[in-house]
């Protein structure tokens, strides 16, 4: 499997010549859905959910589907009939060739006063790769790589470290990673790397790893 870095909470995953696109939101390119067999979408916040995105895909594609929540799903549905499906925790289901369970059910806490929204994250082909969304949601079975969400106004360093350790993946690839700066990657890197007992890896936006 393949996975592309795109502009921050978006990947792209490719396999046997089909790719899945997961949260192609307003700070990732504006093609990043281009080209996708299958979308999947954690939440409603616009970084992860860009309804011009979605529709730049599904256009693009005909064959092209979307799996998300209700609250995107309702957005687009009536564009694209048969072509965005809803699923929540518990939900399995196979996109473009690609195995996925969903896991978790609420976003994380931005702060006690602002309502919390559904979020979901998806497990992909056995655990090969793991994204949450804006979530610190832990699997019921073993990551390979996990996306790590690293840098949110809802987390701190010491919760994405002990997410880390809980998880205990294989590999963590730093993603939600828009709005850290040059001058504080250092102190991820490092702080992550030494402390979350696991590789902590980053890829710039483009650029691609062999899982």
Same mark, same amino acid.
């Given at each position: 499997m393949k996975l592309t870095k795109k502009s921050h909470a978006c990947i792209r995953l490719e396999k046997d010549g089909r790719t899945l696109v997961i949260d192609p939101g307003a700070f990732s390119e504006p093609d990043a859905a281009v080209g996708a067999d299958a979308i999947l979408v954690t939440h409603e916040h616009p970084d992860h959910f860009d309804e011009g995105r979605l529709r730049a895909g599904l256009e693009g594609n005909p064959g092209a589907e979307i799996w998300t929540l209700a609250s995107v799903a309702e957005k687009l549905s009536a564009a694209f009939p048969g072509r965005v499906h809803t699923v929540g925790h518990g939900d399995t289901f196979t996109a473009a060739g690609f195995d996925v369970q969903v896991h978790g059910r609420l976003h994380a806490v931005i702060h006690p006063d602002i309502p919390r929204i559904t979020n979901v994250g998806y497990l992909i082909d056995d655990g090969t790769v793991?994204?949450?969304?804006?979530?610190?949601?832990?699997?019921?079975?073993?990551?390979?790589?996990?996306?790590? %969400?690293?840098? $949110?106004?809802?987390?701190?360093? +010491?919760?994405?470290?002990?997410?880390?350790?809980?998880?205990? %993946?294989?590999? $963590?690839?730093?993603?939600?990673? +828009?709005?850290?700066?040059d001058l504080a990657r250092p102190i991820y890197d490092n702080q992550i790397g030494a402390l979350g007992g696991t590789e902590h890896l980053r890829l710039a936006p483009g650029a691609s790893a062999e899982l």
């Open positions: 793991f994204h949450p969304g804006d979530a610190l949601t832990v699997p019921d079975q073993r990551v390979q790589t996990l996306m790590l %969400p690293v840098m $949110a106004p809802w987390n701190k360093i +010491a919760e994405v470290i002990d997410y880390v350790r809980e998880v205990e %993946p294989r590999r $963590a690839y730093d993603v939600h990673d +828009a709005l850290l700066t």
